[in-house]
């Protein structure tokens, strides 16, 4: 089993920059597919970003050019720079695991983009 644990999320102002992270628990990390995903109320889960585990990413539309995917294996960890925040940015964010045909999800962390 794996647990992925998310932190940075929060309240910022529109234009503002947030960095979620998540930690997962075994080192199975750097052989897996990472990703975040987020889910606004009423609306579908979407992919926003992902990495391959040899630093390949790729965002959603929405996304590009303001956010930034990154991993660090060593720590066990990926990142999510999001810069020049958006109302429309507002959702729970949630981080995801792929190997080996497992795939896994983290508790999620809420991100409120308001003035």
Do not use: H
């Amino acid at each position: 089993q794996v647990q992925l644990v998310e932190s940075g999320g929060g309240l910022v102002q529109p234009g503002g920059s947030l960095r979620l992270s998540c930690a997962a628990s075994r080192t199975i990390f750097g052989l897996a597919i990472m990703g975040w995903y987020r889910q606004a109320p009423g609306k579908q889960r979407e992919l926003v970003a992902g990495i391959t585990r040899g630093g390949s990413a790729n965002y959603a539309d929405s996304v590009e050019g303001r956010f930034t995917i990154s991993r660090d294996n060593a720590k066990n960890t990926v990142y999510l720079q999001m810069n020049s925040l958006e109302p429309e940015d507002t959702a729970v964010y949630y981080c995801n695991l792929q190997y080996a045909g497992g795939d896994y999800w983290g508790q999620g962390t809420q991100v409120t983009v308001s003035s």
